[in-house]
Structure formats: C-alpha cells, structure tokens
C-alpha cells in the first residue's frame, strides 16, 4: 500500500495546478476515485504508467507561462519590437473542441498586459499576421479541421498565420499537408509558419 499511497500523491502533486480558481487541485483522493475506474489488479501498474508519463510530459502553468515569455520575445519571429510585433497580431480563438486554445490565449494575455500594456483582446485591429495559438499538436486531427474551416471561410485573400504549439507529435507532415490542401482549394494566398 505505501507504494500506491505514493503514487496517488506524486500523481496529484504533478497535477496539482491543473484547475484554478475555485475549482480545488487534484488530490490523491481524486486519483484514487479516477483509478477506481479499472480492475483492481491493473491499478497499480496504471498508476505507475501515468506517474511515469505525467512527470516526463505534463504541461505545468508555470512551464506554460515560461514558454509564452519566451515565445513574446523570440526574434525571429518579433523581430526588435515585440510590442508592436504583437499588438498587429490576429490571435485566432477557433478551437472547435476542448479549452486549451482559450487557456493559453488568457495565459499570453496576461504576459502582453505585464510587457506592453494591452491584452490579446486589443490586438489585430489591421492585423498583419495570424496565430494560433494552442498547448500542443497530437493526432493533427483538430488543428487541421480548425485551421481548413478558417481558411475556407473567415481567412483574408492574404495572410501570413503562425501555428505556434508547446508541443507537437510527428504528425505535423500531415497537418501541414491538410492545411496546405485547404489553402490550395481556397484560392487564398495564405502563407503558414508552422
């Protein structure tokens, strides 16, 4: 039993800012509610996968807000004024499931609030480029069905789009070529940075 009991805490250590607000971090007792779900002889070995897994892949806020501090004064993508380069930004809020897309945007807000005094909101009025911002990129299947309905419909006849992810699995050749055929199909001059 110490060896579960101490997997149920790493887990719920490693996750503990999952939610914020009041909405209460994972607990142990959460992740012994959650694994109660399975036959009692493959509990443990669950337990041990994903507290294996979530240490080496689990994406914390402050990991997140790290990467979105970073990804503010990248160079090559801002060049000497990020500012400026972000306020001409078209942040795109177009995820069709899930809420990372909208997680994410908030994070970057308060990054743009904290460095140049305005949020994601009061970006783009004549935007000179577009982003996507998300968490990560997995099976492709979401960010290709995201990025192809824009693209057919709201998309400018030019543009320039950054996809830009904390993560991304070895299915980008495919999205990249999903998105590809919808700018194609489009007739759009859309150019993508991935």
Known sequence: MAERDDLLASIAATTADYREGDLAAPTPEHVERWVSQFDAAVRLPILREMDHVLKKTYFSRKGARNFLRGLFQTEKLVGEDPCTFWKGVKFLDIQGGGASQKEMLALFSK???????????????????????????????????????????????????????????????????KVGEAVKSSGKSIKIKW
Not at 116 to 142: K, M, N, Q, W
């Open 111 to 177: 990054v743009l609030k904290k460095e140049c005094g305005f949020e994601v909101a009061g970006c783009g009025a004549d935007p000179h480029a577009f982003v996507y911002l998300d968490d990560a990129i997995f099976s492709g299947g979401r960010v290709s069905h995201d990025l192809s309905n824009w693209i057919a419909g709201d998309a400018p006849n030019d543009a320039t789009l950054h996809v830009i992810v904390i993560a991304t699995h070895q299915s980008s050749y495919y999205n990249r070529n």
